[in-house]
């Protein structure tokens, strides 16, 4: 079955620091992949997402990831933080079936 | 630029009751969907419509009922609520097929406590 990994549950870095936050899925094929953030009491925002071609996708918000296929990996990054990327962060594939599969979601605190 | 709305945005519901979400987007959106968000556990799928008529069950359908109204709406029936069944839920809906490149757009959430 297909299934998207977000092994870090929760992670804490300071502001202006770089951060990277990991996603792994399981699926016979590439799938479809996208990151979402969730500020607290909202909705999800699409932040980016990766369909083919280049495998560095530009996001907003100074977000970026990159689809590693030898690794099933499509690990979020953005070189400096600000306070207010403080949210949850989602992983999901789009394996085919017309609806998102999400990961379990990774909370980002940041220290000033 | 209302988007996909949800309501109530706040329930609390007693153990056995029914209830109805409520969703319509003004995106001449082809897909919708509802979601249920629990802590640790990502966003769950519990039924989608692909298109105007037709609703197909996701990940956790038990205990639910759907009904695409239209293509703006697209309301989730809980007809004997349950604690389990606490929780945040997500209307949301997309153009078209994902992989065509059509973008998912979320609700605000809706929070259903069941005691």
């Known amino acids: 079955a297909q299934s998207v990994t977000q092994p870090d549950i929760h992670i804490t870095v300071s502001e202006g620091a770089s951060l990277e936050l990991r996603c792994n899925y399981s699926y016979g094929a590439t799938p479809y992949l996208f990151w979402y953030v969730q500020s607290p009491g909202q909705g999800l925002q699409l932040l980016l997402k990766?369909?083919?071609?280049?495998?560095l996708v530009q996001g907003i918000k100074g977000f970026e990831a990159e689809f590693k296929r030898s690794q099933s990996s499509f690990n979020l990054r953005k070189p400096s933080v600000h306070w207010s990327d403080a949210a949850e962060y989602f992983c999901?594939?789009?394996?085919?079936?017309?609806?998102?599969?999400f990961g379990s979601g990774t909370r980002l605190q940041v220290q000033p | 630029n209302a988007g996909v709305t949800q309501t109530p945005k706040f329930q609390v519901l007693k153990t056995g009751q029914s209830m109805t979400l409520q969703c319509a987007q003004d995106?001449?959106?082809?897909?919708m969907y509802w979601y249920r968000q629990d802590p640790g556990m990502g966003l769950r799928l519990i039924y989608y419509?692909?298109?105007?008529?037709?609703?197909d069950k996701g990940e956790v359908p038990n205990g639910y009922n759907v009904s695409r109204l239209n293509k703006r709406e697209f309301s989730l029936r809980l007809e004997s609520a349950a604690p389990s069944q606490t929780s945040v839920y997500f209307c949301a809906s997309a153009g078209g097929l994902l992989n065509s490149g059509n973008t998912i757009y979320f609700g605000e959430g809706s929070w259903l406590t069941v005691v």
């Open positions: 419509s692909a298109s105007e008529g037709t609703t």
């Open positions: 995106m001449n959106h082809n897909s």
């Open positions: 990766y369909f083919s071609g280049d495998t």
């Open positions: 999901a594939v789009d394996p085919g079936r017309r609806a998102l599969t």
